[in-house]
């Protein structure tokens, strides 16, 4: 079995799986915008409608690449250079996510959870 475990404030989750599964919970906040850089090309956001919007999906993307990082779990993985989340709609809670990294590459399927201003994200490897 494959474990994952996470917590954020009051929120704690596990996640347990046959397959290689990773997990974050996010709060959602300002904060993110201003560390975006450090793990997104933050020009692919400019067109979300507000400031919020923006704040949900970058909630998401952070959540989907620790989520990525806790499962992948080689040392040396950048956030920016070595994990690509699919871009997706907010509406959807769901993308794909590709780890490239010393000669392996893995797909993972990413699902998203939202409530009380908090962002769960879940990475479970693709079999394909």
């Keep these: ?52 919007a923006i704040m ?13 990082y806790k499962s992948f779990a080689k040392p040396g993985v950048s956030f920016l250079q070595h994990i690509y989340v699919e871009d997706f709609r907010l509406e959807a809670l769901e993308t794909i996510a590709t780890v490239n990294f010393d000669d392996a590459e893995e797909n993972y399927y990413v699902r998203f959870l939202e409530f009380e201003e908090f962002t769960c994200a879940y990475a479970l490897i693709s079999e394909q």
């Design 1 to 52: 079995k494959h474990i994952s475990i996470t917590h954020s404030f009051i929120f704690s989750a596990i996640i347990i799986s046959e397959k290689e599964v990773g997990i974050d919970i996010e709060k959602q906040r300002p904060k993110i915008l201003k560390i975006a850089h450090k793990f997104t090309p933050i020009e692919e956001y400019r067109t979300l409608a507000n400031d919020d």
């Design 56 to 68: 949900r999906k970058l909630t998401m993307v952070w959540g989907a690449k620790e989520s990525l």
